[in-house]
């Protein structure tokens, strides 16, 4: 008999995290980065609970401008699947924003946002990011 559990640990938890206020982001018209979110923006790394190493780090800010998502992929080895037809069989990322004040309606409504990202490599630095 095997002891894997059937659901990921994550799933038995609701998790509230903060999502900390950042003046001054996205950086328009700069070279580099339009966000670099720092270390307390982080969110909790949920294979973490499993035993597992983390596939990626997601960052969250806010401001009056809107919400700031920053994801890199940090432990990507195989190559990148990425199919511009078939978005969700690529790999990437799915955001889900529930603007809802509701606690008791487990369904989608219109107050519902969800934002899909595939993994684009970065040639000059080898290295995975995401592209809006």
Known sequence: MSSAALL???FWFRLSVP?????GIPRAGDKGRLLDLP???RLLQTPLLEGRTPWSE????WNPGGLAIQAEVIGKVSPIHHDPYMTDA???IQLWIDT??????????RFCH???A???????????????
Request: proline share 7%.
């Open 114 to 116: 969800r934002f899909s």
């Open 58 to 61: 997601v960052r969250a800010a």
């Open 8 to 10: 990921p640990q994550a």
């Open 19 to 23: 999502c900390p206020r950042m003046d």
């Open 118 to 132: 595939v993994l684009v490599p970065d040639r000059a630095k080898k290295s995975v990011g995401v592209r809006f």
């Open 90 to 92: 690529s790999d990437g």
């Open 39 to 41: 270390e307390s923006c």
């Open 100 to 109: 809802r004040d509701t606690r008791d309606v487990h369904r989608a409504t």
